[in-house]
């Protein structure tokens, strides 16, 4: 999806099935574009802070979780961590992927979202922070709903019916294709007899 105006790295197998007197080339490649494009411009939140902006809220995560995340620099994992490392309740030091309780990288389309975008503690799904004068980082979170949907290529103004819970529209984002990468697929259809 990165290759094709999405912001984000989708890799995904196309099977392109036509008549042989028809074509259908692939589109041309589009430049990258990063988190920074994407979402830089949108306000810095917490834990459990909202904005004024629809669907820009952040989820409340636990205080391990963000203590951890706020000592993970920007496209890395907790797991790297020599202090603040994720940790069993009895201490122990949690075995891990590096691609877990990891923040993404500004510099670089966001990974592919998955359908448990709402966990800290799955693949790559921390935004990327900002340094603070501490040396600590901001947004010790996973994406807002809105950041999925910009990252999705769906509508930040949603219309999003009430009775859908925030897990099930991050659910059914993680299932979907990016309509901006189905749409530039689709675009070079030979529709002519």
Request: hydrophobic share 30%.
């Amino acid at each position: 999806a990165k290759d094709y105006g999405v912001p984000q790295s989708r890799p995904r197998a196309i099977f392109k099935m036509y008549k042989k007197d028809k074509s259908w080339p692939w589109p041309e490649t589009q430049k990258e574009i990063t988190l920074r494009e994407a979402i830089g411009d949108l306000p810095s939140l917490e834990s459990n802070e909202e904005s004024s902006l629809k669907h820009h809220y952040a989820r409340k995560h636990t205080n391990d979780h963000i203590t951890w995340m706020k000592h993970t620099p920007t496209g890395h994992s907790a797991i790297e961590n020599e202090e603040h490392y994720p940790r069993k309740k009895n201490g122990e030091r949690v075995k891990a992927f590096k691609s877990t309780y990891k923040r993404m990288k500004w510099d670089a389309p966001a990974p592919a979202v998955t359908m448990r975008s709402d966990a800290i503690s799955s693949q790559e799904n921390v935004h990327p922070g900002r340094k603070l004068e501490d040396g600590t980082y901001s947004d010790a979170r996973v994406l807002t709903l809105r950041e999925l949907l910009i990252v999705s290529s769906l509508p930040e103004e949603w219309e999003i019916p009430d009775w859908t819970t925030d897990t099930f529209m991050r659910q059914i984002i993680g299932e979907g294709i990016p309509p901006l990468f189905s749409y530039n697929i689709v675009k070079g259809i030979d529709y002519n007899d």
